[in-house]
């Protein structure tokens, strides 16, 4: 199975902050992968796939890039509903397997 | 608008069953593919089955393979996950999850979740 690992586990900062969390798969993926956001108490939600593609509606600050072992997801402008937990997503084969997530949280 | 409502969660066993089901409306159900994804108390997310539009192609993650069997009634637009010999680390919150339209792998549409939990 193909393992995806997240960095950092958790990140602090601040609202207008640019951030960016690093995802890296156990062996190359292509560009195979997806990143989601989860709010307490609720579902995920589909940010990008394919490594760079925006979701529809999902606001522009957020973007991914990378290929093959090593992804970034970055947001530009840190927003205050930005504060959740983010995690990649690989689906390269069976099984699809995800990051152990990063909490984003105030600083 | 898509709307996913997993229903049939609760309280069983350990070696127990239950049957999760998930209406789905806003969208031709037949046309996509759809899995199961499931998330332990305070834990990450676990990608558990998937089957494809016409159920011909079903994936099971090893931690289920055997005792869990995913399936789906397109005329009713209804997607089941069967749990077999539930143990206690089956324990999370099951979402029911839309793939992207045939883009195998892209989760693109989730439900609210449904809790699960396996204790004597």
């Known amino acids: 199975d193909i393992q995806m690992t997240q960095s950092p586990s958790t990140l602090s900062a601040s609202v207008g902050d640019r951030v960016t969390i690093t995802c890296r798969a156990s062996q190359s993926i292509s560009v195979w992968l997806a990143w989601y956001q989860q709010k307490p108490g609720k579902a995920p939600k589909l940010l990008i796939y394919k490594a760079s593609s925006l979701e529809t509606g999902v606001p522009s600050r957020f973007s991914g890039g990378g290929s093959g072992t090593e992804f970034t997801l970055t947001i530009s402008s840190l927003q205050p509903d930005d504060f959740a937990t983010y995690y990649c997503?690989?689906?390269?084969?069976?099984?699809?397997?995800f990051g152990q997530g990063t909490k984003v949280e105030i600083k | 608008e898509v709307r996913l409502a997993e229903s049939g969660g609760g309280l069983v066993q350990p070696g127990g069953s239950l049957r999760l089901s998930c209406a789905a409306s806003g969208f031709t159900f037949s046309s996509f593919a759809m899995n199961w994804v499931r998330q332990a108390p305070g834990k990450g997310l676990e990608w558990v089955a998937d089957i494809s539009g016409s159920s011909g192609s079903i994936y099971y993650a090893d931690s289920v393979k055997g005792r869990f069997t995913i399936s789906r009634d397109n005329s009713k637009n209804t997607l089941y996950l069967q749990m077999d010999s539930l143990r206690a680390e089956d324990t999370a919150i099951y979402y029911c999850?839309?793939?992207?339209?045939?883009?195998?792998?892209?989760?693109?549409?989730w439900g609210q979740g449904t809790l699960v939990t396996v204790s004597s």
């Open positions: 997503q690989h689906y390269n084969s069976y099984p699809w397997t």
């Open positions: 999850v839309r793939e992207q339209w045939r883009v195998s792998g892209v989760l693109d549409s």
